[in-house]
């Protein structure tokens, strides 16, 4: 008797122990580089205190992730970052698959920020051009 009721005990306390948990993984591509992997691009699962980054083939996963709502975040230096909400739920993978482009500079204005003048702006791209 005392045996099955340390069996049945122990099976009860890894059951109670057992938290059912969700993932996110997938693949991040370089637009610019013409859809190749973006190596080593930083993915966060903002609310779950839980980050990655892409290996070699731009794949990555988060793993026993809560169930719930979340901001996946999606950041590499000089591309924009991507922010998209998943849904993860119990048991289940969510697959993505995204691409990151490159920031656009607007050299004027950064120039403007900086106290230069449209004139002197206007004065540098003409005289570099005789």
């Not at 069996?7 to 009860?12: E, K, P």
């Not at 993932?23 to 591509?29: A, D, F, L, M, R």
């Amino acid at each position: 008797m005392k045996t099955v009721f340390l069996f049945v005990s122990l099976m009860l306390s890894m059951a109670a122990a057992a938290q059912s948990y969700g993932s996110v993984s997938g693949t991040i591509i370089d637009m610019e580089m013409n859809g190749e992997p973006l190596l080593f691009a930083n993915i966060e699962l903002k609310g779950a205190q839980k980050s990655a980054q892409t290996n070699l083939n731009g794949n990555f996963e988060i793993a026993e992730v809560d169930p719930g709502t979340y901001i996946l975040a999606i950041s590499f230096p000089g591309y924009e970052t991507l922010e998209m909400p998943v849904k993860i739920e119990q048991n289940k993978r969510v697959s993505v698959q995204r691409e990151l482009n490159a920031k656009s500079i607007d050299i004027g204005a950064a120039l403007q920020a900086e106290g230069i003048s449209k004139r002197q702006i206007s004065g540098l791209v003409s005289s570099s051009s005789r």
